[in-house]
């Protein structure tokens, strides 16, 4: 197999790179990014060269996305503008990676005939109360909030368009939030931790109380690896490991793992639009795909993720004070 991961220098992509490589000793991949301010070669290093290459192009060069499909047997796309917060600021990157870009990927799948995986996020559901008792399904109905999140709607729109009208191979999954190593210091989890490492306080957005659906990135991998394996073309599978926590929670539980005091946060402005809360019914993926998540416990998994950030300092420092000063022009 030789498998094209758009994306795989990122958080999630280079994560389930890592993944692969360990799990399918004969596979080569091919990582094709851009190498925007979120990817990050040193999220490759160590892994073994021969088994994969690099390409420095982005999804929406024409020529550049349809050389690499051309060689490739499968495509797992997840390059993408992936933070709500940036999409607020500043949308076009978001239309234009999220939507000519995809729109360029499934025009390259459909003229070589490759199969393709799509990666998506429970946040085109838009968001539920938080008494709800249904969680999101595939055929809860796309009520996106943000230009980021809309942007990602759109690109399974087209994914879903292209599978019906022209044949194409695909399948989505949408997961939930993910949190491990190699995530950029603007989501909240490497926020909080990297705010406490330099001795400030965690930063909650309005009361705290919006709620998130945590999963460990490896159990996205695994996720992502048995659809591409096993799916069935043209379906979605929801990827989720019932991580349900409000954003004070998770605050809190920092803290606490770091040895501080944990009511030593702070309340800053809420976003815009700030979706309230997610929870995905992963039952099609457990049940068809005899798919389970591994890191069940969150505590351990977070206990890690801080040791790693605590570890990797120099991984981190080089985007914390640009991201910190975009945070302060917004009073976040
Ligand atoms: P990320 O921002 O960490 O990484 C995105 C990667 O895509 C980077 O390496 C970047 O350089 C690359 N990229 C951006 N624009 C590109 C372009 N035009 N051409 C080629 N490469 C480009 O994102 P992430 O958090 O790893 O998310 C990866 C995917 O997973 C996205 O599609 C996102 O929507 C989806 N997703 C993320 C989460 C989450 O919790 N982070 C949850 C569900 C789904
Ligand atoms: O649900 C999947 C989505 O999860 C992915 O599609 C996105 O790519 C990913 O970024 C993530 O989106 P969120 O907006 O949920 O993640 P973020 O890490 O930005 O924020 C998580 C929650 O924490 C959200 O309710 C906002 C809040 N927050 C965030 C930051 C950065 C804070 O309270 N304080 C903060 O400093």
């Known amino acids: 197999m030789k498998l094209l991961v758009t994306g ?21 991949i091919d990582v094709f990014d851009a190498l925007s301010y979120a990817g990050n070669m040193a999220n490759l290093e160590g892994l073994d060269k ?30 993408a503008e992936s933070h709500n917060d940036n999409s607020l600021v500043s ?26 995986h799509h990666i998506s996020t429970d946040e085109v559901y838009g968001d539920l109360e938080l008494d709800d008792p249904a969680k999101f399904t595939p055929e809860t109905p796309y009520n996106p909030s943000s230009p980021y999140s809309s942007s990602k709607a759109g690109s399974d729109h087209l994914v879903r368009a292209w599978v019906r009208s022209f044949g194409v191979k695909a399948t989505i999954s949408n997961c939930s939030n993910n949190y491990g190593p190699f995530q950029h210091v603007e989501k909240f989890i490497p926020r909080q931790i990297t705010e406490i490492i330099e001795g400030r306080k965690p930063k909650l957005y309005g009361n705290g109380l919006n709620v998130r659906d945590w ?4 159990d996205h991998s695994s996720g992502v690896l048995a659809i591409l394996e096993k799916g069935v073309i043209g379906e979605t599978y929801l990827i989720g490991a019932s991580g349900e926590r409000s954003n004070k929670q998770v605050v809190e ?11 030593n946060y702070e309340h800053v402005n809420d976003r815009p639009g700030h979706d309230l809360r997610y929870a ?10 005899g798919w389970h998540p591994k890191y ?19 991984w981190w420092e080089p985007q914390k004070k640009y991201t910190e000063e975009k945070y302060r022009s917004v009073g976040r």
């Open 8 to 28: 795989g220098a990122g958080f999630i992509g280079s994560n389930f790179v890592r993944y692969v490589l360990r799990e399918r000793a004969d596979w080569h």
């Open 253 to 263: 539980l920092i803290l606490e793992l770091m040895g501080k005091d944990p009511s």
């Open 280 to 289: 995905i019914d992963a039952s099609k993926l457990v049940k068809e795909l």
């Open 215 to 218: 999963i460990h990135t490896e």
């Open 296 to 314: 069940t416990e969150f505590n351990s998994g977070l206990k890690d993720t801080i040791e790693w950030y605590r570890n990797n300092k120099s």
């Open 50 to 79: 021969n088994r994969f290459t690099f390409t420095h192009a982005d999804i929406c060069d024409e020529n550049a996305i349809n050389d690499a499909v051309s060689s490739c047997d499968a495509v797992v796309h997840f390059a």
């Open 91 to 116: 949308p076009w990157p978001f239309i234009n990676t999220n939507l000519v870009g995809t729109f360029r990927v499934l025009e390259a799948v459909r003229k070589y005939d490759k199969r393709l």
